[in-house]
């Protein structure tokens, strides 16, 4: 298996790369985990807490189950929501994204009590970069050292890692997983009560709650609702699978390309390797789509990961920003046990926005 090495270039226009300046924030595993309560709508037990008076028996619907919703599904389930997950496709995705996770965003895994999902999917170390110019080579080391030896980036297929999360998130008893398609989301006098969606067989559903929340990624369609859509693509990733080749530097991610001619830029070890991968497969292309955050308060709805905003690929931090959001998110609604009051709610993820853009600056510079 180890023979099947897989290496994935990165051609863009731009020539940099932005490393993570790892925040160490305090792992707190110890929180209490709320019961899970039954979804079909029956009341809530016990001492009152997630009171409930919508007849769906839902607290939050989530749009989308890739890294962001099933992440989210996951967390909200373990604090007790009733979480209904509606996702388009549910077998394994198979794209050339989020491939490696930054050291900081295995650190949030932990924090979110996920660590276990890049177990048994082939997930390989990540210690840091190796770059290649002009025939001349150097790597840049992730600085770990303050770090337990677990701490490092992970490089993986996206979709085992999604399918794995899903498992986990389907598993808690007040989570629903279903495959559908959302169309579009139901709003009455401004606030977003739930979505419209439709199911395999071309049925047509509603599915309702006080929450909505929007992970429906880069492609996203309800953007526009909840965001000025303002999307441009000024370039595009391309990716191929390597066979049987040694990779110049082990454990290391690259290597990144800037020119618009590979072949001359591929370091030795791996020139038989890329001319044979390219005439064996389809060169897979992605573009990158720029998407500012620029959400327009919703009442009832919120967007998170892609959907929300998407930075460029090759800082690797997509998954590190969406599960960074999570934690946040997963905070500030702990202390509101009842979603249905719609103004508190209001004033919650509005914080929410300001603080995830706090994160942005302070993530990345
Ligand atoms: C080329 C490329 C390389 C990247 N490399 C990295 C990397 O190395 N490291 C990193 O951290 N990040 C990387 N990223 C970014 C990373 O892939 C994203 O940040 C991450 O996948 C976002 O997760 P998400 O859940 O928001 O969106 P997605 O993973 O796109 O998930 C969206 C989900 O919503 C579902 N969906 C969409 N519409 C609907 C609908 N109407 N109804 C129901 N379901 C719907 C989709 O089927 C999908 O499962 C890369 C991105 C690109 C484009
Ligand atoms: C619509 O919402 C506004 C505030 O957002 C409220 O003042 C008004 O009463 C609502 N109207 C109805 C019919 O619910
Ligand atoms: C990196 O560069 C050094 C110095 O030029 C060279 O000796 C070495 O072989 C290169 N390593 C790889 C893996 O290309």
Redesign the pocket.
Known sequence: MDQFVVGTFFVSLLSFVLLHILRRDRVNNKRSMHKGYPLNGAKRSTDGECKSDTSSGTDVII???????SVLAHTLGKDGRRVHV????LTE?DR???????PG?YLKLIELGLEDCVEQIDAQRVQGYALFKDGKNTTLPYPLEKFHADVAGRSFH?GRFIQKIREKAAALPNVRMEQ???TSLLVDNGTVKGVR?KTKDGQEHKAYAPLTIV????????RRSLCHPKVEVPSC?VGLILENCQLPFANHDGPLLEELQVAPQIPPELYDAFISAINRVNIRT?P?RSMPADPLPTLGALLL???FN?RH?LT?????V?LSDIVVLRDLLKPLRDLNNAASLCKYLESFYTQGKCFLLAGFL
């Open positions: 749009v989308g189950a890739g890294v962001a919703g509606l996702e388009r496709d995705p050339i994204v989020g491939e490696l996770l930054q965003g996206n559908g398609t959302v969606y992970c429906d990624g880069c492609f996203s369609n309800l990733f992605m990158y990961g892609d959907a998407m690929p690797g931090g997509g998954m590190t969406a």
